[in-house]
C-alpha cells in the first residue's frame, strides 16, 4: 500500500508543477501558495478542531518539532517550489528536484550515520540515468549547457528543505495520529506564511483576475497535492524510510510526461520509454534491497 501512495504523491505533485507553472503570470508565488494552505485548512477544520481540542496537551508539549517539520514542509517547500518557476526553465526546476533522494540518502548517512546499501546507491544512479535521458531527451551532451540562475536556487533551496523533511519524520510525535499531525503543521504553515503573502500582495503582486481557471487550479492544489499528498508521503515515509520513499521522486518526469501528452497533445519518442523504464528499473532495484538500515537514535 505505501508504494500505491507514495505513487499518488507524485502523480499530485506533478499536476501540482504545471498549474504552478500555468498560474505564475496570473497570481504572485507566496500567494498562490498562502491561498492553497488556507483553503486546505478550511477544508479539514471541521474534523480537525475536536482533535486539536484532544490532543492539546500532546501538541503543547511536541511544538517545536511540530514547528520545525511545519516550516520545512507547509512554509517552504512549494512556496519556493513556486518561485523558482516564476524565473527558471522546466528543465533546471525537474533536474534539481530529481536531487531530492540523494539529497535525503546524503543527509541520512553524514548526519543521521544511516546505513545505506551499495544496492540503494545503485538504483539511485540507474533511476537518475534515467531522469537525466528524459530531461535531455536523449541528448546528455545538452547537460555541459547548464546554468544555474536565481530560480534554480530557490528551487535547490526547496529540495534541501523537502529532503529535510522527509528525514526529520522519523522523529516526529508517535503519539500524535497522523491527521492531527498534519492538520497541525497546516496550520503552523499557514500562520506562517500569512505575513509573507500580504507583503507580497501588498508591495509587488498584480490584482488577481479571478476565473474558473484560478478557482479550480486552487481547489486542485489544496486537496490533492496538499491534503492528499501529504497525508500519503507521511504513511510512505513512515512505512518505507525517508531513502526509499525519496525514490519515488524520480516518477515526476515520467508522471509529468503523460499528463503533458494527455492534455496537451504532445508526441511520445524513444528517449520517453527508455528513460521511464530505467527510472522504474531504478526504484525496483531500491526499494527491494535485501540489506536493511540500521536503527538509528535519535541525535542528542
Not at 37 to 63: E, V, Y
Not at 160 to 184: C, K, M, Q
Not at 220 to 238: E, T
Request: charged fraction near 10%; hydrophobic fraction near 55%.
Amino acid at each position: 500500500m505505501a508504494y500505491i501512495l507514495l505513487t499518488l504523491t507524485v502523480l499530485f505533485w506533478a499536476g501540482n508543477f504545471v498549474l504552478g507553472r500555468s498560474m505564475h503570470l496570473i497570481m504572485s508565488p507566496i500567494l498562490m501558495a498562502e491561498l492553497r494552505w488556507l483553503l486546505a485548512l478550511l477544508l479539514i477544520s471541521p474534523f480537525l478542531l475536536p482533535k486539536l481540542k484532544q490532543n492539546k496537551t500532546l501538541i503543547l508539549q511536541h511544538w517545536p518539532m511540530l514547528t520545525l517539520l511545519s516550516i520545512l514542509s507547509v512554509a517552504c517547500f512549494n512556496t519556493f517550489i513556486y518561485l523558482g518557476l516564476t524565473i527558471t526553465t522546466a528543465t533546471n526546476a525537474t533536474i534539481l528536484q530529481s536531487m531530492i533522494p540523494i539529497v535525503i540518502l546524503l543527509i541520512s548517512a553524514l548526519w543521521l550515520k544511516e546505513s545505506v546499501s551499495k544496492q540503494q546507491w545503485l538504483g539511485v544512479c540507474i533511476s537518475m540515468s534515467g531522469v537525466l535521458l528524459l530531461i535531455t531527451q536523449g541528448d546528455i551532451a545538452s547537460l555541459l549547457n547548464y546554468t544555474i540562475n536565481q530560480g534554480d536556487i530557490y528551487v535547490l533551496i526547496a529540495v534541501v528543505f523537502w529532503a529535510l523533511y522527509s528525514v526529520l519524520l522519523r522523529f516526529r510525535p508517535a503519539n500524535i495520529d497522523g491527521f492531527t499531525f498534519f492538520g497541525v503543521t497546516v496550520l503552523i504553515g499557514s500562520i506562517a506564511l500569512l505575513p509573507f503573502a500580504i507583503l507580497e500582495y501588498h508591495f509587488y503582486a498584480t490584482p488577481i483576475v479571478w476565473h474558473d481557471n484560478t478557482i479550480m487550479t486552487i481547489v486542485y492544489m489544496a486537496v490533492f497535492p496538499s491534503i492528499l499528498a501529504y497525508i500519503f508521503w507521511n504513511k510512505g515515509v513512515n512505512e518505507l524510510g525517508a531513502a526509499k520513499a525519496g525514490l519515488f521522486i524520480h516518477l515526476m518526469p515520467c508522471f509529468g510526461l503523460i499528463l503533458s501528452s494527455f492534455f496537451l497533445n504532445e508526441e511520445i519518442y524513444s528517449f520517453h520509454i527508455g528513460g521511464m523504464l530505467l527510472i522504474f528499473s531504478g526504484i525496483y532495484l531500491a526499494i527491494f534491497t535485501k540489506v536493511s538500515l540500521v536503527k538509528v537514535k535519535q541525535p542528542s
